[in-house]
């Protein structure tokens, strides 16, 4: 039979959360047996409140760790216990603070020894190793202030698709992919021109049969990016037709199918590789700035694309 100790530490929330219910029973009961009637999970507040002297709600809800509805519930018990009273910063009269009254403040003098109880119970529970488990939280703690968990998250996603993704060179079957995913780029920053409708339409005339390649990038069965070298004749290339789905971006996939391609234009012995692109592409132009591709003036002659107002040439791999 299946435990939450099964799942080790995917359902580690949830085991901290049980824990966490059976430390605050086991205080309660304490609690109540030593004619305490408020909750344990009154006290961090008003530990705070000894330590800090009168303090906002909001200040109170960031310093335990808890929504602002939840301390403005916590205060309203307080409130009506007399431990606490409310009070007017003198700074700013809507401002409402929180104050230890004269009974909460005899109250916590009283908890001192119970206090040390639960230490001591703590200590058991812990064998001997609360320090370290607490030093343990701290950092946890501290971790999660500078990423927030849901991020963290989706930094291992992005980790585990990134080293997901394949390289592979083109297939017939990929037809529609190699279009839909340049038509998608195309309509996301400019238009469809003629000539790359003609070429996306019919990949294997407009590029493969004139001595070129396609590289596909492929996740987990679907086709996601793309890259292409097109023949420009007399020992010449062009590096065109390079595109990633969106949802995509970020892992590497550009830089790969780029590498990818370079690689190909080596062994192909051809003497240029050059590209076209636009201004406003600032990564894309970056990135080939990177792998070594260089700004030159345009040579004469009709420019492929409207949409084209950069011409870059590849001088080998930068050092």
Known sequence: ??????????????????????LYAGVDSSYQAAGVALSSRCFPLLMLLRDNGPTSITVLAAQIGQTHPVVVQLGRKLLDAGVVVEMSEPKDERRRLLALSESG???????????????????????GKAAAWIATLDKIEASLQEQAFGEVIATCRRQRERAAVEMIDYEAQYAADFKRLNV???????????????????????????????????????????????????????????????????????RRLLLRALQAFEASGARLLFLESNSKLLPAIQLYESTGFVHVARPDGEVHYQRADVYMEWRGHPA
Do not use: H, N
């Not at 299946?2 to 085991?15: A, D, E």
């Not at 920053?189 to 003609?198: G, N």
């Not at 596909?216 to 590096?239: K, P």
């Open 1 to 22: 039979m299946s435990t939450l100790q099964t799942y080790g530490s995917l359902v580690l929330g949830s085991r901290l959360r049980r824990l966490s219910d059976q």
């Open 184 to 254: 998608e780029w195309l309509e996301r920053y400019f238009y469809v021109e003629a000539l790359d409708d003609q070429v996306l339409s019919d990949p294997q005339a407009s590029i493969l049969d004139g001595g070129g390649q396609i590289f596909l990038a492929r996740l987990d069965g679907r086709i996601v990016g793309t890259c292409s070298l097109i023949s420009a004749g007399a020992d010449m290339f062009e590096l065109s037709k390079m595109a990633v789905t969106p949802a995509c971006q970020g892992l590497g996939i550009a």
């Open 105 to 127: 403040q005899a109250l916590l003098r009283t908890m001192a020894p119970l206090w040390s109880d639960v230490k001591a119970a703590i200590d058991v529970v812990l064998e």
